[in-house]
């Protein structure tokens, strides 16, 4: 055979012979010497992605050498480190509502056993307010001085909140239809993305408070005088409807109403030696005739206003008064807190349109005043507030005489 042809093909047989020879080798392929970009080495894993709030999955695990994850069980929100530090709370009935804090908002569905977060952010959530178990609002403070607010919506029962647009005032937000809402005295009548202030009275004291357009109320201190003011016709003109000497300063006031005709007025007077003077007074005929509820004139904050410093009156259990909650023409709520007590909370209640007044024998601990969120005369709830210790909430199925607690929140985080 021709050298010239032999030679390519001993040079054909070498290279299969060297090619089946590796084949049948049991090492493996060397690995490449630089790892794949971002892969973590010792057999770690990646970290995983934070989960966004109310997700199944937590955002904490360990990674262990064989390259595994030992998962810790996903966390109930409240459990979360995000619901520490509640500053609202709102009920849609005995079993649902929702709580706000800084920066999120949660819903119980199960009588606040167990809450869901829906909405997380940076800001404080100052109100929420529900119209029904689907449209609700919330009040965000944007700015630590409070002069920054935003409002946002759901109209899903939270499964999604949007940002609607700048609340004009810090004051309490009620909507009574899915576009009217009032914000003390501004309105809107498209779901909050625009305000028109309504007129009110000089001289008024704390907020105007508008039942609907048409029907507000006001208070205003003049030439020593407390005079309660009502219109008719969208803030107008004012009439004033009840008129009271005082011979003490008025501090503030809280108003609120079950209907057109309804209106409860609480008055706040001086402070001294950790107390408050403070009176409430309920017309349910549009301001014809009044009945006084609450007349609390205490030794270090003199008498209440609206009452002689003699007069001794139906009182409210706490020396300074508690959030105010009014559920029907009938019904109405009163927190009472007591600074020096070691349980500082207590709740009191009418039935009769504050004819009577029943204290409630109950003390529940927290370091400020507890928050209200009543869904009908017999089921509501409260929230006790702590700067140390956890909230808690508790409720109550015999409209306030008994409070349990079903539920417990984080433990403030400390500064």
Sequence with gaps: MNRAIQQPIALLFLILFLSFAAGCSSD????????????????????????????????????????????????????SGLMSHLTAVRAIDPSSGWVGGDGGIARTDDGGKQWKMQYSGKDKIAQIFALNGQDAWGMIEKSAD???????????????????????????VHFVSKQEGFAANAYTKDGGKSWQSLA????????????????????????????????????????TVLSRDTSTFLNGTVIRSAGADDV?????????????????????????NWQPVLSNSTAGAGPAPGFPADYTGTKNAGSKP??????????????GYCPACDNPNTVGYTTDGGKTWVNGKEQIPGSSGAMLAISD?????????????????????????HWKAVHTFDKPKQP
């Design 322 to 335: 508690g959030e105010l909650y009014v559920v029907n023409p009938k019904a109405a709520f009163m927190g």
């Design 264 to 288: 409860w007025v609480e008055l706040i007077g001086d402070s001294g030696m950790s107390q408050t003077s403070y009176s409430l007074f309920h017309s349910s005929d549009g301001g014809k």
């Design 146 to 172: 409070g002069t920054k607010r935003e409002l946002i919506q759901t109209s899903d029962g939270g499964a999604q909140w949007t940002t609607v647009g700048p609340l004009p005032n810090p004051g309490f």
């Design 28 to 79: 493996p392929a060397p690995a490449s010497v630089n790892p794949a970009p971002n892969a973590q080495q010792s057999g770690q894993t990646n970290a995983p992605e934070q989960g966004k709030p109310g997700d199944a999955a937590s955002s904490e695990g360990t990674g262990n050498v064989n390259g595994s994850t030992n998962q810790q069980p996903s966390k109930p929100v409240s459990e």
């Design 377 to 401: 005369p017999q089921n509501g709830w409260l929230i006790s507030k702590d700067a140390a210790n956890p909230s808690v909430l508790y409720t109550t199925a015999d409209g306030g005489q």
């Design 200 to 239: 009110v009275p000089d001289h008024m004291v704390g907020d105007a408070y508008f039942h609907d357009k048409t029907n507000g109320w006001a208070v205003t201190a003049e030439d020593k005088k407390i005079l309660v003011k009502r219109t008719t016709d969208a803030g107008k003109s004012w009439t």
